[in-house]
Structures are given as structure tokens and as C-alpha cells.
């Protein structure tokens, strides 16, 4: 990965943004937070914290996914929002393209993940160690030797919905680690982080916030 690091050079674009919350648009090529070494310093945290010094994490997507996440701005709202995840009360749905035609029109993959050691960050499927991984999956639509699905992770486990993919036969396109032949040449990860629904730090109030699926 530290070889061809090319994120690219697009403007942060901001979905909302108010004294608690920051929700971001992020790129398919830039990592959340840096890498080891200069030159995996440049991050969507540190592209943030350029503008908004104040802005803390609470969760990453993969360098190769896009799409929405969250910063606090205060923390207060770090802590509120961390648990939040910590309590599976933040939703959050994918889009993605994956290889073949699926062909149940829903279902549910419950296959137990940790990561593979001597080829990390991989991670595979463990049933006797891996930690809990639960993620609901409904068809969009079918395209020409792909499925547009959505996808509904009801864990946040590393790379759960790329290695659930892998599982059931359908990988996610374009994904360098999990998918073969044909169905890894799609110019990126067609995994899309496309809403997230949280309460707010300052009310509670029930928030949905939306990025529009690039592919």
C-alpha cells in the first residue's frame, strides 16, 4: 500500500457542519488517519484539521471507500458519538457493486471476523475466534455481470463488508484484497458510505445525513 499512495487532490466537501458535528464527503483513495511514515501523512483527519483545528475523530472508512463520516467538533461530542458506535446505535448504509448476479433479493451474512495475521490488515472469517460480524444486504438493481446492492452493517468490524462479500461468492469490485481476476479491475473499491444516521450530541434529536454515491 505505502508504495503507490496517490490520494487524490479534491476540495473537502462538507455536508453539514454546526458547533457539535462536522460530516464530511470523503474520497475513495485517502486514508482516514495517517499511515506509518512521511509519506502517509496526508489524511482526510489532517485536511480537516487545516480548516477545523478543533475537529476530532471518532471512526474511519478504508482508504479505498468513500463517502460519508463524522467528526466531532468538541469532546463532548467525541464521547457522545463514540458511543453511540460503541452501542450499534449509529445506522449506517453502503452501496457497493459487486461481482455476479446475486440471486436472493435479501439476506443476512453472520460470519465471525479476525485479522489474518502473517497477511494483515486481511481479515478472514474465524468461527471459533473471530468477533461477532452481522451485516444485512438487500439488490438494488442488476448490471452486466454485477449486482448493485445495498448494504446494512449491523457491526463495524475492519473490512466486514468486503470480506462478507467474498463469502457469499459476490466480491465487492475493484477491491485489491478480496476480489480476483476480472472482477478486481474496476478503477476502485465500488464501496460507497452512503448515509448515516446518529443522534445529536446537543438534544439527541435523530439525524440522518446523506453523500451521493459517485459510481
Known sequence: MSDDYAPPNDPLVIVHQDHELLLVDKPAGLLSVPGKGEHLADCLIARIQAVFPEALLVH??????????VFAMTPHAQRHLGLQFEKRQMKKVYVARVWGHVSEREGTVDLPLIVDWPNRPKQHVDLESGKPAVTDWKIVKYEDNATRIRL???TGRSHQLRVHMKEIGHPILGDPFYADGSARDAPRLMLHAESLRLRHPDGGKGLTFKAKCPF
Open 152 to 154: 446494512f452493517p449491523q
Open 60 to 69: 474511519r472508512l478504508d482508504r479505498d471507500t468513500s463517502g460519508i463520516m
